[in-house]
C-alpha cells in the first residue's frame, strides 16, 4: 500500500500563489508516473498537470504558463507551484502516483487539499 500525503493548499486571492507538496510513502514500492489533479463542485475530476520519473512534463491547457510540476525522486515527493491564480482554479487537488511492487502497477490518490481563490 502507498500513501500520499498531501500539503500546501489554502485561501488565497486573484493573482496570488501557492505551493502544493505530496509525499508517496510504502515499503518495498518504486514511484513511477506522478500528478495532479483537481475537482471543483458539481464537476468532474480532471488532469492538471503529470510528471514522469524521468521528468517529462505534460500540463491542462488551462494552466500553462502559469502551474510547474516538479518532483524529488528522492523524496517521492511531487510539488505543484502555482501562480497567476485565478478564481476558477479553486477545487479540491488531489495528487496521484503509479507505484510499482514485485511487476504490480498500483493507483494511488492523496487525500485532497483544498484551494480556494478569491476574486
Known amino acids: 500500500q502507498v500513501q500520499l500525503v498531501e500539503s500546501g493548499g489554502g485561501l488565497v486571492q486573484a493573482g496570488g500563489s501557492l505551493r502544493l507538496s505530496c509525499a508517496a510513502s510504502?515499503?518495498?514500492?518504486?514511484?513511477?508516473?506522478m500528478g495532479w489533479y483537481r475537482q471543483a463542485p458539481g464537476k468532474q475530476r480532471e488532469l492538471v498537470a503529470g510528471?514522469?520519473?524521468?521528468?517529462?512534463?505534460n500540463y491542462a491547457d488551462f494552466v500553462k504558463g502559469r502551474f510547474t510540476i516538479s518532483r524529488s525522486n528522492a523524496k517521492n515527493t511531487v510539488y505543484l507551484q502555482m501562480n497567476s491564480l485565478r478564481p476558477e482554479d479553486t477545487a479540491v487537488y488531489y495528487c496521484?502516483?503509479?507505484?510499482?511492487?514485485?511487476?504490480?502497477?498500483?493507483?494511488?490518490w492523496g487525500q485532497g487539499t483544498q484551494v480556494t481563490v478569491s476574486s
Open positions: 510528471i514522469t520519473s524521468g521528468g517529462r512534463t
Open positions: 496521484n502516483a503509479v507505484a510499482v511492487r514485485l511487476g504490480y502497477y498500483y493507483d494511488s
Open positions: 510504502g515499503s518495498g514500492f518504486s514511484i513511477n508516473d
